[in-house]
């Protein structure tokens, strides 16, 4: 299996990394195009709960839509100057390459490969996630350790194939792989009874056990075998796009560091804390270092919200899935989220 998959992984990064080379993209331009079509193009995951998912409307909700929904608040003070591109696991890279979309903002694990073989840049970590296993209770599992000789459904193309291979090979356990193309497949195979295991990022796997046909029949797993830091994803070539991508992302975590709100933003416009004022625009002009105007964390706060409020609304309290905040937590509530100082 470790040989099949490396084979797999080794022809896409051949293949992808040629049309990386291909890609790169002039100092600046992504911007002037994304202003010129008057949108953002955002390449998303399908559909799932919490991070990208359209409702029977084909309006998209989730973190990784809002972040898109920051980025046009920012560069149009508008968050529906966006439209939403899904993508599989097997075409984002290539769409990404190819120029069908400016960024990835789909559940992408950064990756050594990802950020140098495929040409790739990965613009902060807007979720640290871990892989994870879900069984049926009826089979009477509590431990992925006991999952020897065990068929699982995983999802081709992904980290999560190679993860599996490395964890049973680790453990000195069999397994069945039963691969598919895309999540959905994946998924339906696991609640159809193809295999004994579904595997993916434990986020997903919360959201995904939501989707089946009788949730409360199955379980996750407590093992994380993985580090899955998820994040936002540009071309290589095009820095100023790039910083406008990452310091969008910093810029949620900072508002929710000084609790600007949507709710309290117009008095914090008043503060008379130098940090607070700096941030919001109303003393210097940092926007403009980026090419947008200097109160665009005001527009990203007032359109979307902090990155709490946002994590809230989609994945944790305020949401179906109830996801504690736990390492996405901000670094001074013992969690990973930090931002460098906007100054």
């Known amino acids: 299996m470790k040989r099949i998959v490396s084979t797999i992984a080794l022809g896409a990064a ?39 998912q359209p409702d029977s409307a084909g309006n998209w909700t ?37 120029g069908e979309v400016d960024l990835l903002s ?23 996630d871990g892989q994870g296993f879900m069984v049926r209770k009826s089979l009477n599992i509590k431990s992925a350790r006991e999952l020897s000789g065990a068929s699982v459904c995983v999802q081709t193309g992904t980290t999560t194939e190679l993860n599996v291979a490395d964890y049973f090979r680790a453990n000195n356990m069999r397994y069945e792989p039963v691969v598919f193309s895309t999540a959905d497949e994946t998924l339906k195979a696991y609640d159809s009874g193809r295999c004994d295991v579904f595997t993916t990022d434990a986020s997903g796997v919360y959201s995904q056990r939501l989707s089946l046909a009788n949730p409360n029949d199955h379980m996750v797993l407590p093992e ?25 992302h910093f810029a ?51 359109h979307v919200g902090n990155y709490g409020e946002m994590f809230d609304r989609h994945l944790g309290a305020g949401s179906r899935l109830g996801i504690a905040r736990g390492l996405n937590a901000l670094w001074t509530k013992g969690g990973l989220q930090y931002a460098p100082p906007i100054r």
């Open 14 to 52: 051949i293949s992808l990394g040629a049309g990386a080379a291909l890609a790169q993209t002039a100092p600046g331009t992504t911007l002037r195009n994304i202003q010129s079509n008057g949108y953002i193009k955002c390449g998303v995951s399908p559909s799932l709960a919490g991070f990208s």
């Open 62 to 98: 989730g973190i990784d839509v809002d972040l898109c929904r920051a980025l046009a608040a920012a560069i149009f003070n508008d968050p529906t100057k966006v439209r939403f591109s899904p993508l599989s696991a097997k075409d984002r890279f290539t769409a990404l390459q190819s």
């Open 106 to 128: 789909r559940v992408t694990t950064w990756t050594i490969q990802r950020d140098t073989t495929l040409g790739l840049n990965f613009a902060g970590i807007n979720y640290y």
């Open 224 to 248: 994380i075998i993985s580090k899955e830091p998820l994040g936002p994803v540009v071309r290589h070539g095009d820095d100023q796009w790039f910083d406008i991508v990452k310091w969008t």
């Open 252 to 302: 949620m975590i900072t508002a929710e560091e000084l609790n600007i709100t949507k709710a309290n933003l117009d008095q914090m416009m008043q503060s008379t804390n130098p940090e607070i004022r700096r941030v919001l625009g109303v003393e210097g002009n940092f926007g403009e270092a980026l090419g947008v105007s200097k109160d665009w964390v005001v527009r990203i706060v007032r």
